[in-house]
């Protein structure tokens, strides 16, 4: 195949130029903001193993609340079902660090991907691995083939010392009997799990076994059932984009994961994973330019799961 011929993806960022600007970097955690906002990559793996990319593809950033996506992940390999018991599968149709609806509801999380519910799941894996806080960064090297991802120090020290709403969700969940360690140390550990960085291709691939039934790159094994990824991918798809989930699958159409860092991981069951990243967030704390970016993918190759 000719190199220099323009792909798909390279056709995506030539569409996007007018979206740049309308969306703002992350402000309130300081090593966030310093990010250029004109960053972008695109990285496609197919579950025939093929891949593509575009732009900053292979570019590391703070993954944030993607990190999320793939504590769920290990967790339901781990113990299975056993995790809906600690958290919900509903959507919240409210902000990320909501307290609201952690109070009315007794202090059970509506679904793993707002903070109060990862902050559950964060407890669970230091439970599961005698509070050892590299569970989730050893997981994902083994998921992405990439053995030298690392936690970025800055970003995580950042986050910690700003991370008053966190430390509020995590007492409130502990008043209510539902994290079982000490809450400094779970908060600890959750923002060195959201300070994690990844590039998009290491992200498109490490997010393949949700694509591929359970399978991981290569098809040299699977790390999950075929029904747990289909579960997984529905709780994606319904509470993976906070608020804005109806929004979302409106315009893209696939279940799929954000995170403040502004990178997005999308699946397409059967098809692909895919992986963007764009700093400029919208009102909602999601990549505004990489959500356009999935909207094109999805318009163009007809691959919308609807």
């Known amino acids: 195949m000719d190199s220099t011929k323009p792909t798909l993806l390279d056709h995506i960022e030539e569409m996007l130029a007018p979206e740049f600007g309308k969306g703002r970097v992350a402000n ?72 609201i609806l952690l109070e009315q509801e007794h202090g059970v999380p509506r679904n793993p991907f707002l903070n109060a519910g990862a902050l559950v799941l964060t407890d669970m894996l ?20 990439n053995k030298s991802l690392q936690v970025n120090q800055v970003v995580a020290a950042s986050e910690l010392e700003h991370g008053h709403v966190n ?3 995590g007492h409130l969940l502990k008043s209510y009997g539902r994290i079982e360690a000490d809450v400094e140390r779970v908060i600890e550990v959750y923002c060195a799990q959201c300070a ?8 498109a691939k490490a997010a393949l076994p949700l694509a591929n039934r359970g399978r991981v790159a290569g098809h040299y094994g699977t790390v999950l059932t075929e029904s747990q990824a289909k579960r997984i991918n529905a709780v994606m ?32 069951p059967g098809k692909y994973s895919v992986a963007v990243w764009s700093p400029e967030l919208d009102l909602s704390g999601n990549s505004y330019v990489g959500t356009a970016a999935l909207a094109y993918l999805t318009s163009l190759t007809r691959s919308s799961i609807f």
């Open 196 to 203: 994690i960085e990844m590039s998009c291709v290491d992200l």
């Open 126 to 145: 230091m439970g599961l691995n005698r509070h050892r806080e590299d569970v989730l960064l050893n997981f994902l090297r083994a998921l992405s083939g």
């Open 167 to 169: 430390r509020s969700l």
């Open 237 to 268: 798809l319904t509470c993976g984009m906070y608020d804005t989930v109806g929004s979302f699958a409106y315009r893209v159409g696939l279940p799929a994961k954000g995170g403040v860092g502004g990178g997005i991981v999308a699946v397409a």
């Open 28 to 99: 309130y955690i300081p090593a966030l903001a310093m990010v250029p906002p004109n960053k972008f990559g695109m990285a496609l793996h197919f579950v025939d193993g093929r891949v593509m990319t575009t732009g900053d593809a292979f570019e590391p950033f703070s993954i944030q609340s993607i990190s999320k996506l793939f504590a769920l992940q290990f967790l339901i390999s781990q113990v299975g079902d056993m995790v809906w018991t600690r958290v919900g599968k509903e959507p919240s149709g409210g902000t990320f660090n909501s307290q």
